[in-house]
């Protein structure tokens, strides 16, 4: 049973906002949420954690609603250089392997 | 800052050999994990560390990979009589502590082709 599940792609232009859903509902009470941005070639690199309500930090914003079933990344007016693969990734370091599953990501296209 | 450093960035090997891929993490970070990415796949967990020992190797995906940390810093995963479907890029990552909150640093990963 997979963890998260993410859009497969999204497309988006320059300017705007972008929001990305992960469903998590099987989320356990030590669950934490976290997103990766990965570019081609390159390695992940975190971009935001939370496990309740709302995070925000110079790179994006993370909201999580009281039920915690689901969470959406935002991307305020996304630039060309933000086309890469996002993944939502839920758990906590019992049974690690198990836990943090990257899953195929999202992979926003960020047109001109 | 030196980030997570990966060595050779690429591998060509035949069927059959023996292959070692290092990785060494940012100083200072006690946890360190392996991966594996396939193209157009996310990675998949293979096994990480807490200081010198394997807190879970669950992800290696049969007795011919092998991983070792022996001073709790750099990491080698070893991969014995290579098969055509172990090519792919293995990444390294290294974060301060195992806990969710300590975010993972990843390295630009080597990509092994296996002939």
């Known amino acids: 049973l997979a963890k998260t599940t993410q859009p497969i792609s999204m497309d988006s232009y320059e300017g705007q906002e972008v929001n990305i859903t992960c469903s998590h509902n099987n989320i356990a009470t030590n669950d934490y949420i976290t997103w990766y941005q990965q570019f081609p070639s390159q390695g992940p690199r975190f971009i935001i954690q939370?496990?309740?309500t709302k995070v925000t930090n110079e790179v994006a914003s993370l909201f999580i609603p009281a039920d915690r079933k689901s969470s959406t990344l935002s991307l305020p007016r996304v630039s060309l250089s933000d086309t890469a693969v996002y993944y939502c990734?839920?758990?906590?370091?019992?049974?690690?392997?198990?836990?943090?599953?990257f899953g195929p990501g999202t992979r926003l296209s960020v047109l001109p | 800052g030196a980030g997570v450093s990966q060595t050779p960035s690429n591998k060509v090997t035949e069927k059959g050999k023996y292959v070692e891929l290092r990785c060494d993490p940012i100083s200072g970070h006690t946890a360190l994990y392996w991966y594996r990415q396939s193209l157009g796949q996310g990675p998949e967990f293979l096994i990480y560390f807490q200081g010198t020992g394997a807190a879970d190797d669950s992800g290696l995906p049969n007795d011919r990979f092998f991983a070792v940390r022996p001073e709790g810093s750099v990491s080698t995963l070893k991969i014995q009589r290579t098969e055509r479907g172990d090519s792919a890029v293995y990444l390294c990552?290294?974060?301060?502590?195992?806990?969710?909150?300590?975010?993972?640093?990843f390295g630009p990963g080597t990509r092994l082709t296996v002939l």
């Open positions: 990552a290294s974060s301060p502590g195992t806990s969710p909150q300590n975010e993972q640093f």
């Open positions: 939370g496990y309740k």
């Open positions: 990734l839920v758990g906590d370091m019992d049974n690690y392997g198990q836990n943090f599953v």
